[in-house]
């Protein structure tokens, strides 16, 4: 082990048999045994989590006694890509060089790697500063992964261990926005310059191979090169969000939806149908499937004809179970989408249609902000659900185009003292595409009472679950538009 306590790339070569690593990730393990604090932030697919990984198999293998604490902005950065990536390189290494043994389900269990009562790896959420304060070892390493969220109590705490002996920090990340302690590290703010904080450039990743110049250059057709999501995934960069909606908002949201199992996105009924209705070019249809506080999936059309959009919607709502209650459809109305309304309306189905840039008596939260038109409304109501201060509980699918497009838009107030989102044509002009999944959501959320009680739901043969839960003065008419 002697050869490998300060030379973890020779440890990384020789051990766990890595032919191909990429500059930069030596560098950072070379700096973290020489200066023992390191910050590392880049663009996402660089390699941040396997160079973490490596880390922490070097240090438990050359220190007889140490402890490593894993810890994580959301724990399903640890149970889903931090720990696989461990498993997966300690199962792969060549203990027996160096006069250990790791076995699966022995010394590697699922989120702990244990060689010693005295010499451990584990993981922890990031709430838990009393247990990242209670860590004493001869030796320690700590391994922040997406750093950029971790609370500033644990931080302190790390701080704290630092006193005491023979500590070391990894913090990587992509960045965020620009606040919180990572991107006070990687700002030399007072206070923190011991830390070695390193900026992986795109071009590098380019360069090692670990990302490739088309998926760069198709995240700047599709994002476009100023959005933050593109400034923070692609550029590696920290971004202030001038938008209406922070992408640190879409990120927790997104976040949230993986917590929940694939029923659980659909145990709210009913089925609230967001249907953003393609109207030229590139646009494309999008169907946004609402159940409750969660978008449970999203549907992506090509340029389709009237009868093709009405047809997939009915397929959706059709698709629910008999016993459920109604499900509804909240449709563009705008060109084409009258016409899918129409038809949707004589087949029997509940339509509520929006019209974006008609006048709405909706107001914000506090009753104060009254808005230009029903689109502004809708987003503004978006943005409130998603805002940390109202403890949000709406879930939004990993989809890239739908975090583009909810970070997109931007808001102005008016001289007739309204608040105005900035416009779907706008958009389009200024990033080359529609919003069309944004909206599809925006719709989705603004319809704040799906029940026959609020939607008519039309009376027809056949649609028996309809006729019985709906009562008769709801039913005189197929459809409504709601302000």
């Given at each position: 082990m002697a050869p490998y306590v300060d030379d973890p790339v020779a440890f990384v070569h020789d051990i766990l048999g890595v032919d191909s690593m990429a500059p930069y990730q030596a560098e950072i393990l070379s700096t973290l045994a020489s200066h023992r604090r390191v910050a590392v932030r880049g663009p996402h697919g660089l390699g941040k989590t396997a160079t973490a990984a490596w880390a922490t198999l070097w240090f438990l293998a050359t220190r007889p006694e140490c402890k490593i604490p894993t810890t994580a902005s959301a724990w399903r950065q640890l149970s889903d890509f931090l720990w696989p990536e461990i498993h997966r390189w300690a199962l792969r290494a060549n203990w027996a060089r160096i006069g250990l043994e790791v076995r699966r389900d022995r010394e590697l269990l699922k989120l702990r790697l244990v060689l010693s009562p005295a010499r451990f790896a584990f993981a922890l959420v990031s709430s838990d500063e009393a247990k990242i304060e209670g860590a004493h070892s001869a030796a320690l390493l700590y391994v922040l992964d997406e750093a950029k969220a971790i609370p500033d109590p644990i931080w302190d705490a790390i701080e704290g261990a630092?006193?005491?002996?023979?500590?070391?920090?990894?913090?990587?990340?992509?960045?965020?926005?620009?606040?919180?302690?990572?991107?006070?590290?990687?700002?030399r703010q007072p206070g923190l310059e011991n830390w070695v904080a390193r900026h992986?450039?795109?071009?590098?990743?380019?360069?090692?191979?670990?990302?490739s110049a088309a998926w760069v250059?198709?995240?700047?057709?599709?994002?476009?090169?100023?959005?933050?999501?593109y400034q923070t995934r692609v550029l590696g960069e920290f971004a202030e969000s001038d938008g209406l909606i922070p992408l640190s908002w879409v990120e927790a949201a997104v976040d949230r939806w993986r917590t929940l199992s694939p029923d659980a996105r659909r145990s709210s009924k009913p089925l609230v149908l967001g249907v953003d209705v393609a109207r030229q070019g590139s646009d494309r249809t999008c169907l946004a499937l609402r159940y409750g506080d969660v978008i449970a999936e999203l549907r992506y059309y090509d340029q389709r004809d009237t009868m093709e959009v009405a047809g997939l919607t009915a397929q959706a709502l059709d698709a629910e179970p008999a016993d459920a209650p109604p499900p509804v459809a909240v449709v563009d109305v705008v060109g084409i989408g009258a016409g899918v309304v129409d038809r949707l309306v004589e087949q029997g189905h509940a339509v509520v249609p929006f019209s974006a840039g008609s006048r709405t008596d909706r107001t914000d939260r506090s009753g104060q902000l009254r808005f230009a038109d029903t689109r502004s409304a809708a987003w503004w109501g978006l943005r409130e659900r998603l805002d940390p201060a109202n403890s949000p509980t709406l879930a939004l699918p990993p989809d890239d185009q739908l975090i583009a497009d909810l970070t997109a838009p931007s808001w102005s107030p008016t001289s007739g003292g309204t608040l105005k989102v900035e416009s779907k044509d706008s958009i389009r002009?200024?990033?080359?595409?529609?919003?069309?999944?944004g909206d599809a959501v925006a719709m989705a959320f603004y319809l704040t009472d799906p029940s026959p009680r609020a939607v008519p739901h039309p009376n027809l043969a056949g649609r028996s679950r309809w006729r019985s839960a709906t009562p008769p003065s709801v039913r005189r008419s197929g459809s409504r538009r709601i302000r």
């Amino acid at each position: 082990m002697a050869p490998y306590v300060d030379d973890p790339v020779a440890f990384v070569h020789d051990i766990l048999g890595v032919d191909s690593m990429a500059p930069y990730q030596a560098e950072i393990l070379s700096t973290l045994a020489s200066h023992r604090r390191v910050a590392v932030r880049g663009p996402h697919g660089l390699g941040k989590t396997a160079t973490a990984a490596w880390a922490t198999l070097w240090f438990l293998a050359t220190r007889p006694e140490c402890k490593i604490p894993t810890t994580a902005s959301a724990w399903r950065q640890l149970s889903d890509f931090l720990w696989p990536e461990i498993h997966r390189w300690a199962l792969r290494a060549n203990w027996a060089r160096i006069g250990l043994e790791v076995r699966r389900d022995r010394e590697l269990l699922k989120l702990r790697l244990v060689l010693s009562p005295a010499r451990f790896a584990f993981a922890l959420v990031s709430s838990d500063e009393a247990k990242i304060e209670g860590a004493h070892s001869a030796a320690l390493l700590y391994v922040l992964d997406e750093a950029k969220a971790i609370p500033d109590p644990i931080w302190d705490a790390i701080e704290g261990a630092f006193s005491t002996g023979d500590c070391y920090a990894l913090a990587i990340s992509t960045p965020g926005p620009p606040a919180g302690r990572f991107y006070r590290i990687h700002t030399r703010q007072p206070g923190l310059e011991n830390w070695v904080a390193r900026h992986i450039t795109v071009e590098e990743a380019v360069a090692a191979g670990r990302v490739s110049a088309a998926w760069v250059e198709s995240c700047r057709r599709l994002w476009g090169a100023e959005s933050p999501i593109y400034q923070t995934r692609v550029l590696g960069e920290f971004a202030e969000s001038d938008g209406l909606i922070p992408l640190s908002w879409v990120e927790a949201a997104v976040d949230r939806w993986r917590t929940l199992s694939p029923d659980a996105r659909r145990s709210s009924k009913p089925l609230v149908l967001g249907v953003d209705v393609a109207r030229q070019g590139s646009d494309r249809t999008c169907l946004a499937l609402r159940y409750g506080d969660v978008i449970a999936e999203l549907r992506y059309y090509d340029q389709r004809d009237t009868m093709e959009v009405a047809g997939l919607t009915a397929q959706a709502l059709d698709a629910e179970p008999a016993d459920a209650p109604p499900p509804v459809a909240v449709v563009d109305v705008v060109g084409i989408g009258a016409g899918v309304v129409d038809r949707l309306v004589e087949q029997g189905h509940a339509v509520v249609p929006f019209s974006a840039g008609s006048r709405t008596d909706r107001t914000d939260r506090s009753g104060q902000l009254r808005f230009a038109d029903t689109r502004s409304a809708a987003w503004w109501g978006l943005r409130e659900r998603l805002d940390p201060a109202n403890s949000p509980t709406l879930a939004l699918p990993p989809d890239d185009q739908l975090i583009a497009d909810l970070t997109a838009p931007s808001w102005s107030p008016t001289s007739g003292g309204t608040l105005k989102v900035e416009s779907k044509d706008s958009i389009r002009s200024r990033l080359g595409r529609s919003p069309d999944a944004g909206d599809a959501v925006a719709m989705a959320f603004y319809l704040t009472d799906p029940s026959p009680r609020a939607v008519p739901h039309p009376n027809l043969a056949g649609r028996s679950r309809w006729r019985s839960a709906t009562p008769p003065s709801v039913r005189r008419s197929g459809s409504r538009r709601i302000r």
